[in-house]
Nanobody, 121 residues
Framework: QVQLVESGGGLVQAGGSLRLSCSASGSIFSINVMGWYRQAPGKQRSLVAR???????NYADSVKGRFTISRDNAKNTVYLQMNSVKPEDTAVYYC???????????????WGQGTQVTVSS
């Protein structure tokens, strides 16, 4: 019913920048929260940043001041601008959306397939 598709991952040198995008499509009625999570090898998936429909944001302490999350509600798209990246930012980045569909009023968490970000030192 709902698909989240990420793009923009890749290989970047430490200190560089990368921009991730995630577009949601399908039988969407409304999107409450959209966010980015990441999972490094051997570690649990953890929150990077999230943004609510009104524009409020939360960031992991490790990315504050370096990463910026934004969204285009008209396009059901969320972005993650990653600046001053570090090798420890290397992970698979997953898009998440808390979404109500046209057939289910209860919001549900949908996930993208993940995009690899690798930061070389």
């Amino acid at each position: 019913q709902v698909q989240l598709v990420e793009s923009g991952g890749g290989l970047v040198q430490a200190g560089g920048s990368l921009r991730l995008s995630c577009s949601a499509s399908g039988s969407i009625f409304s999107i409450n929260v959209m966010g980015w999570y990441r999972q490094a090898p051997g570690k649990q998936r953890s929150l990077v940043a999230r943004i609510i429909s009104g524009g409020g944001t939360n960031y992991a302490d490790s990315v504050k001041g370096r990463f910026t999350i934004s969204r285009d509600n008209a396009k059901n798209t969320v972005y993650l601008q990653m600046n001053s990246v570090k090798p420890e930012d290397t992970a698979v980045y997953y898009c998440n959306g808390n979404i109500r569909t046209t057939t289910n009023w209860e919001p549900y968490d949908y996930w993208g397939q993940g995009t690899q970000v690798t930061v070389s030192s």
